[in-house]
């Protein structure tokens, strides 16, 4: 696994370059854009498309060249492969033929916008890129249900510029308008830009100024203040000394907006407490 620049080509290692030539072909998932990086180091080498739509379909004829001694470098069309990029099923293919694989380290989106967010940088957590429509609401939901469990990281997602507006407006209903978050765009280009400030401010901005090119979105944890989680674990208390942990949570569920498994989990985890105690 190669890793390639997430935008300026100058951000790839000596040691990629040197895979790149010397493999026996590069999987790669658009020859288009990998054939821009590759002339513009001098390498010519056979590429082979591999991505969503026919990574399955060829992974046995890929595995027996493995087998037969042939080296593979594989790449996406930026940043490190697999991360939110084909070739999860090859490597998990190779891995199970007893197959050797590598990764060659290098350029990755999240972590270098994670590094400009301003935002805390350990622990984080990267998402990929959001479902779309009612899907996308559920997604994040779920995530405040468990910053209200007790998670609290930076959070992270790809985003398409025509639809981050309505990302960043979803977000704001189900995590609130002064939650602190970061939009990298154009990352390692020459228009490289880093807006930071709430998620009311983010989309005032972007509201003025249409975003453009490719988009790495960060949320920063909850507030160190946020009562989310203990409110819930007050109403879960106070439902249990009258309730079984089942209907405790399906009540509590209701109150507070929140998926019934995730609730569910916290009211036994806190009947278990108590019982311990």
């Not at 990574?55 to 080296?71: N, S, V």
């Not at 946020?226 to 674990?233: I, K, N, S, V």
Request: with cysteine.
């Amino acid at each position: 696994m190669v890793a390639t620049p997430v935008g300026n080509l100058a951000d790839i290692s000596q040691r990629a370059l040197d895979a790149l030539r010397t493999a026996d072909a590069i999987l790669c998932e658009d020859t288009r854009v990998t054939t821009k990086l590759l002339r513009h180091y001098g390498i010519s080498n056979q590429l082979f498309p591999l991505h969503d739509h026919n990574e399955q379909d060829r992974i046995p004829a890929l595995i027996e060249r493995l087998q037969q001694g042939q080296c593979l470098a594989l790449v996406s069309d930026a940043g490190t492969p697999i991360v939110s990029d084909p070739g999860y099923r090859l490597v998990r293919a190779a891995q199970a033929e007893n197959i050797a694989i590598t990764s060659l380290p290098g350029a990755n989106a999240a972590v270098t916008a994670l590094t400009l967010s301003g935002l805390p940088p350990i622990p984080f957590m990267f998402l990929g890129f959001p479902p779309r429509g009612e899907a996308r609401r559920h997604s994040f939901t779920a995530l405040r249900a468990a910053e209200q469990a007790g998670l609290a990281a930076t959070l992270i997602w790809y985003e398409s510029p025509h639809r981050l507006l309505e990302t960043l407006k979803t977000q704001q209903q189900v995590f609130g308008s002064d939650r602190p978050a970061a939009v990298g765009r154009e990352l390692t280009k020459h228009f490289e830009e880093m807006i930071r400030g709430s998620l009311a401010e983010l989309i005032a901005h972007f509201e003025e100024t249409a975003p453009r090119g490719e988009i790495t979105l960060l949320l920063g944890p909850p507030a160190a203040d946020d009562t989310g989680a203990q409110e819930l674990d007050q109403a879960l208390q106070d439902a249990l000394k009258t309730h079984s942990v089942k209907d405790a949570a399906a009540l509590i569920a209701g109150i507070v907006n929140l998926p019934k498994r995730t609730v569910y989990n916290r009211a036994l985890e806190l009947a278990r407490q108590k019982k311990g105690g």
